[in-house]
């Protein structure tokens, strides 16, 4: 089952389960769609792998299937980042 990460690795802003912004990597790292085809080219920066577009879990499933909540944020500078 996918995490359901609730954030962008790079810049940090909310990738809600029903957002369609959302881009994971086969290991579900996650990012944003500018993150992703823009700061990083469509080849994710902690694996090498390619993005595809996180499904989107059902209202309803979520209550039994919750989305994680803990945020993880890469060191590394974000182009993207808002200060
Ligand atoms: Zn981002
Ligand atoms: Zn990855």
Do not use: Q, W
């Not at 957002?19 to 086969?26: D, G, K, L």
């Not at 500018?34 to 499933?61: D, L, M, Q």
Request: with cysteine; net charge positive; aromatic share 6%.
């Amino acid at each position: 089952m996918l995490e359901l990460r609730p954030n962008c690795e790079c810049c940090d802003r909310d990738l809600p389960p029903g957002s369609t912004e959302a881009r994971i990597c086969t290991f579900e790292c996650t990012f944003c769609a500018s993150c992703a085809t823009e700061v990083y080219k469509g080849a994710c920066p902690n694996c090498g792998g390619n993005f595809v577009p996180r499904p989107i879990r059902p209202a309803e499933k979520l209550v039994k299937y919750p989305a994680r909540t803990e945020r993880h944020v890469r060191a590394a500078p974000c182009a993207h980042r808002m200060v």
